[in-house]
């Protein structure tokens, strides 16, 4: 019964014609690609168009490194070698792989295969000429479209932060328009006290309780960090506009009258000063941009600042200008510190804001403990730099 049901070896047939197939897919296996090249047209060949497609790939990848050896091959073996040493030298395996395939397929050639190869890629390259000159400008545009998308983007990124910051300042000014009553007895307290230490203390604490009330408020409940941070700003601003000229100049008539000497002094020291005053002997190579008129126009914006901290970053705006155009006239040299002071009190010289002893003494009262990193650097050496100005003389040199 199992010998009945078990099926039988399948018997292999094949008819005449794929016997024929067969044979010839053998006969096509067994010959050689180097046989069938034809040195008189060896361009139509499978090994030249093969060796000039692997050329042409570890060719468009390399740096070309001037290899001077006799002959076109010599130039070419010697140029693969090349690019082979750096392709083990930097544990590259495919590149490395790559080439000693194509250095395997020159060798087949000899010296006249080499320059037709040669010929048949500058040929290629020649006929490819127009379509990489139409990606080069396509290129071309794309990047500066890239950078006008970018210039757009940047506009509107400052037209979304100066949005941002006039929202919050109606919401601050609504904030406070409902503690209008505190403001003023802020003021009177403020100009009723005597000693510097106490209005400082006056003010921090009000600032510290609108703070913590600013937390609460409604209006202010979706913010992020960065707008509350400038929340906290406005509101700082909006108190010291209030309390600016009793806290400016707490003595009144003296420390007014103690700034007049002193921008007299800069006034008269500004018709005798020149970049090579022998208190300040600016080199030479940074004297083509004097008097560096961005940086005292910068400065003179510092008297429109009420706020501490706005002060304090006018300074810093200024420190950077002057930075900035100093690197401009050196190429390689970085300005230094002696470099930066000498322009520092020359600047302050010609610009000669008004109050600055008064500023000062304003910051150093409200503003001295948040003092920390560049701008606490830059406002030491502005400070540095008016001292330094309180005793120069009106000699002419």
């Known amino acids: 019964i199992l010998a009945k049901y078990r099926k039988k070896p399948a018997e292999d047939k094949v008819d005449s014609g794929e016997m024929g197939i067969l ?30 497609r692997k050329l042409r790939l570890v060719l468009s990848e390399a740096e070309l490194p001037s290899v001077p050896s006799p002959g076109v091959e010599g130039e070419l073996i010697s140029l693969l070698t090349v690019m082979l040493a750096q392709a083990i030298n930097q544990q590259d395996r495919t590149t490395a792989a790559q080439l000693r395939e194509t250095l395997r397929c020159l060798s087949q050639f000899d010296q006249e295969g080499c320059n037709k190869l040669v010929r048949s890629l500058r040929e290629e390259y020649r006929r490819r000429s127009p379509y990489i000159a139409y990606l080069v400008r396509s290129r071309q545009g794309l990047l500066v479209s890239l950078a006008t998308l970018e210039r757009l983007s940047g506009r509107m990124e400052t037209e979304q932060r100066m949005c941002s910051k006039f929202l919050i300042s109606v919401c601050v000014r609504l904030f406070l328009e409902r503690r209008e009553e505190e403001l003023q007895q802020l ?3 403020f100009s009723g006290t005597n000693l510097m230490d106490e209005k400082t203390e006056l003010v921090v604490q009000f600032l510290n309780r609108l703070w913590n009330s600013l937390e609460q408020e409604p209006m202010l409940a979706a913010t992020n960090d960065q707008q509350r941070s400038e929340a906290r700003k406005a509101v700082e601003r909006a108190i010291f506009s209030e309390v600016y000229m009793a ?7 003296a420390d007014a009258s103690r700034d007049v000497v002193l921008q007299q002094h800069i006034a008269r020291l500004a018709e005798v000063v020149t970049p090579n005053h022998r208190d300040l002997k600016i080199p030479r190579r940074y004297q083509y941009e004097c008097p560096w008129p961005a940086a005292q126009a910068e400065l003179r ?34 300005p230094a510190a002696d470099d930066f002071v000498p322009v520092l009190v020359f600047v302050i010289i010609k610009a000669n ?6 500023t000062v003494q304003l910051v150093d009262n409200f503003y001295r403990d948040r003092l920390c990193g560049e701008e606490c650097y830059w406002w030491m050496q502005f400070v540095g730099a008016v001292e330094f100005i309180k005793t120069m003389d009106y000699v002419r040199q």
């Open 23 to 52: 044979q010839n897919n053998e006969q096509e296996e067994d010959c050689d690609p180097l046989q069938q090249m034809d040195a008189e047209n060896i361009e139509a060949s499978y090994v030249f168009q093969d060796a000039r």
């Open 353 to 358: 804001p008004p109050s600055l002893l008064s």
């Open 247 to 253: 806290a400016l100049y707490p003595n009144q008539e």
């Open 187 to 189: 003021k009177a307290q």
């Open 301 to 334: 914006r510092m008297a429109a600042f009420k706020m501490p901290a706005d002060k304090v970053h006018c300074i810093s705006r200024v420190s950077s200008i002057i930075m900035n155009l100093l690197s401009l006239a050196g190429d390689k040299s970085v």
